[in-house]
């Protein structure tokens, strides 16, 4: 995992997300998703890009099933954005780094 993503897990859910003030962007995967790991570069990208301004995660789904069954994950990769511990929106699938960043320049700037 890149330096500037975290592990989301079960155990730090509540104090890595919920708790947190500012943008969070979490991306749900598993290490079997063909699609998840197409989507995982340009996450990685993202975060390196907006180091300071959003903390970014990413959450195995078969390692932490509770969370993505808590937040109705049923297809990965979902990119989840939480903020200040609100969930605001997500995206299922592999989309265009573009559409990502729309998003997170949307809720930076609300």
């Known amino acids: 995992m890149a330096e500037d993503i975290l592990e989301a897990t079960s155990s730090n859910w ?28 340009t996450v990685e990208e993202l975060a390196k890009e907006y180091t300071g301004k959003i903390k970014v995660m990413k959450l195995n789904t078969d390692e932490n099933s509770e969370i993505a069954t808590r937040y109705k ?14 969930k605001l929106d997500q995206i299922v699938g592999v989309v265009p780094k573009q ?7 949307s809720f930076l700037n609300t």
């Open 14 to 41: 509540d104090s890595e997300v919920i708790k947190v003030k500012g943008l969070v962007m979490i991306d749900f995967w598993a290490a079997w998703c063909g699609p998840c790991r197409m989507i995982s570069s």
């Open 73 to 86: 994950i049923m297809g990965i990769p979902t990119v989840m954005f939480f903020k200040d511990g609100t």
């Open 99 to 105: 559409q990502l960043k729309a998003k997170i320049e």
